[in-house]
């Protein structure tokens, strides 16, 4: 048997090896198995929209207090802290997963449905939820094998902006309110369930499915900065027999919105990635009348800060000049939503090794960035982090369909992978 004994005040305690130590816990794992399934499907069967994940965190508090650990509830409205102390002293390390579910109408028939009308886990919260209390209690069964603490860190209202725009929320809000401090951990780690995605040198993401045991990552920036905005393009009203008296706001509408396209199209550097999309259009009371307003909302996704705030100037200096040619005014309102995950290329390298040990070398892919939003942003500016892809597809159970869709689902294996891969990443952190 592989081990490394140690001897830390006066108390003789073996760490084993790190094939050893992904031996005792793989077998730990798959004890623990038919358990975590019933969490999860516990937790998917009742889900709960953004700020409202009162039954989601008092799950979670009551099954960390089980296990031993310090616990701190009503963190950023429902959020659950919860640190683990280890059997050395050594680093901290910080271990992040949301809870929230999203206003979907569940259509997968299977026996774990949600039982919340229009409120459905479909981005695979309860997956995430699933994997740390897995992983807190795989820790605390094998608390020898921990040299240092870790910090769980259950977060509500990842999906949901607050329709004030004006108030901290979800991780920042914890951040704001301390979850990051006593002990600040040297790291954090992240995952995220992903159904598909685009492996670097692969061009269709469409059918390169992310199967139950596989993990994906990426170098520096793994998400985008989400932000959105709303356009009002205002124009004169008059009949539509006589434009030439008004100002058609629909004609001005439809010409910006061509106009901004050119922003990805012609103004910008082909290698810096870029989404500008308009998903509302309202305007106009009649058929024979010209609109005299037109309401538009869209997003805008970058990965670097700087280049984001030009691309507001240039949407101001196109909204401005179509407008001005035609007799039209407008008003933008851009709000800035989660900045890009940078993760941290050196605990990305520090990792894989990790990561192959546990999935195997040739299922663990590089691939391109999303251009999704996350908040597990705001933790990993913090402290250098860590957000990696754990894979849910299974295309002979049907489960192919992506997050944020009514028919999404996730091959229960996944729970195995993401506790090992987990387990193991915390704890060759804290070792080395």
């Known amino acids: 048997m592989k081990m490394l004994p140690l ?10 090896g790190d094939e050893t130590r992904d031996a005792l816990f793989a077998a730990t794992v798959d004890e623990m198995f038919p358990n975590l399934v019933e969490t999860r499907r516990d937790i ?13 965190a008092a799950l979670v508090a009551d099954r960390l207090r089980a296990l031993g650990l310090e616990v701190q509830t009503g963190v950023a409205k429902h959020g659950v802290v919860a640190l683990l102390k280890g059997g050395q002293q050594g680093k901290c ?19 774990y449905r949600s039982q919340n009308p229009g409120v459905m886990h479909a981005c695979g919260h309860d997956i995430h939820t699933t994997v740390a209390l897995g992983l807190a209690e795989l820790l605390v ?18 999906e949901a902006m607050p329709s004030t725009y004006k108030k901290d929320w979800g991780a920042k809000l914890m951040v704001a309110e301390g979850a990051m401090a006593n002990p600040k951990p040297d790291a954090i780690f992240g995952l ?13 993401d469409d059918t390169h499915y992310l199967k139950a045991g596989q993990i994906a990552y990426s170098y520096g920036a793994d998400s985008a900065n989400s932000d959105r905005f709303n356009i009002i393009i205002r124009g004169k009203m008059a009949h539509g027999s006589a434009p030439h008296k008004g100002v058609d706001a629909i004609t001005v509408a439809a010409e910006a919105i061509t106009a901004l396209q050119t922003i990805r199209s012609r103004q910008t550097n082909t290698r810096q990635p870029l989404v500008i999309s308009i998903g509302t259009i309202q305007g106009g009371q009649r058929e024979n009348i010209l609109a005299e307003e037109v309401q538009m909302g869209g997003t805008v996704r970058t990965y670097d800060a700087g280049f984001r705030d030009g691309v507001i100037e240039m949407m101001h200096r196109i909204l401005k000049g179509v ?15 989660y900045p890009s995950i940078l993760n941290n ?9 990790v990561l192959k040990r546990i999935a195997g070398e040739s299922n663990v892919i590089e691939v391109i960035p999303s251009m999704g939003g996350e908040d597990f942003s705001y ?8 957000y990696f892809r754990l894979g849910v597809a299974n295309e002979e159970k049907g489960i192919i369909h992506g997050g944020h869709t009514p028919m999404f689902d996730a091959d229960e294996e996944c729970l195995k992978t993401g506790v090992k891969a987990m387990a193991a990443a915390v704890c060759d952190f804290l070792s080395k």
């Open 323 to 337: 407008t001005e040619a035609h007799g039209a005014t407008y008003e933008m309102e851009y709000r800035k939503g």
């Open 379 to 386: 933790f990993a500016q913090m402290v250098p982090g860590f």
């Open 93 to 111: 390390i910080a271990v992040r997963a949301d809870m929230d579910a999203l206003p979907i109408k569940e259509l997968r028939s299977v026996p």
């Open 345 to 353: 290329d050196g605990l990305v390298k520090a990792t894989l090794p």
């Open 192 to 204: 995220h369930c992903t159904v598909s995605v685009s492996p670097v040198g692969v061009m269709d």
């Open 141 to 158: 069964k094998h608390r020898d094998q921990v040299r240092g603490s870790v910090k769980f860190l259950f977060q509500p209202a990842e």
């Open 7 to 16: 001897l830390l005040m006066g108390v003789s305690t073996v760490v084993y």
């Open 44 to 56: 998917h069967s009742h889900p709960e929209l953004s700020n409202e994940e009162e039954r989601t």
